[in-house]
């Protein structure tokens, strides 16, 4: 655990799955492995996810469901998902707040109500999409909602016959947008900045960096020790440069 902490500092690593070491065919006992472990990663910076896997963790466990008629929107946040899985990124629950909520910036009606969450723009009703997609597009125990819970897909290849013959041109380039926009900020990290960032411009209509810093700080005490000045620039820059190019599209 010692080396694994070493390595996860020095890499940078942002997010890892910890499966229960030596509990199974090695014999040790899971509490005092688990006691090892969470106590040799408060030694990581606040930002690192970490996800521990307790034994019988089973993700066939989850009922699965015959068939879920698909809409638009649901297509465009499953293929959004799946691209940004393609890049070898992995899905959890924050993960698809922040996807949906951008897709829903960029134009798409997802009737979606955010509000400040504690990690960011945060949709009770997309919560409860999840759990109906749950079990035929998703994979997610549904019985736990922390942000940091892991989501699978499935049944992709629906979703791609689904797009070829529903989705408009206007809503393919969308998804397109969508993953330039988030390009470099692909974790849950990342993803909560910039939506975080990106709720502040348009719900506190604050444009100066510095002010954005502030919000930020007042937002959460959990923001305002992990969200650093320099990233929260990086992300408002990012988001500057992607509505200048909007402006200049409609002109």
């Given amino acids: 655990m010692k080396e694994l902490v070493k390595e996860v500092k020095e890499k940078q690593i942002k997010s890892i799955a910890i499966p229960p070491l030596g509990c199974g065919n090695g014999g040790l006992n899971w509490n005092e492995v688990k006691t090892i472990i969470l106590r040799e990663f408060e030694k990581v910076d606040r930002d690192v996810e970490v996800i521990i896997y307790e034994p019988g963790y089973n993700i066939q466990e989850i009922k699965s469901k015959k068939q879920i008629t698909l809409t638009p929107a649901r297509a465009m946040l499953l293929t959004s998902l799946r691209n940004y899985q393609v890049l070898g990124y992995s899905i959890n629950l924050l993960v ?62 629906k979703v791609e016959v689904y797009n070829n013959k529903n989705l408009t041109s206007e809503q393919k380039y969308r998804l397109k947008e969508v993953q330039s926009l988030i390009e470099g900020f692909e974790s849950p990290y990342g993803l909560e900045l910039l939506a975080t960032v990106d709720f502040i411009i348009q719900k506190e209509e604050i444009e100066d960096t510095n002010k954005i810093i502030e919000e930020i700080g007042n937002w959460t005490k959990r923001k305002k020790k992990l969200m650093k000045p320099f990233h929260i620039k990086v992300a408002h820059q990012r988001l500057k440069e992607y509505y200048h190019q909007q402006r200049l599209k409609r002109q």
């Fill in 96 to 157: 698809i707040q922040k996807i949906a909520y951008f897709l829903q910036r960029f134009g798409e009606p997802l009737n979606l109500q955010y509000e400040k969450g504690h990690y960011g723009p945060y949709s009770h009703s997309l919560q409860h999409l999840a759990k109906y997609l749950n079990g035929y597009f998703l994979n997610f125990k549904h019985e736990v909602t922390k942000p940091s819970t892991p989501v699978y897909l499935r049944n992709l290849d």
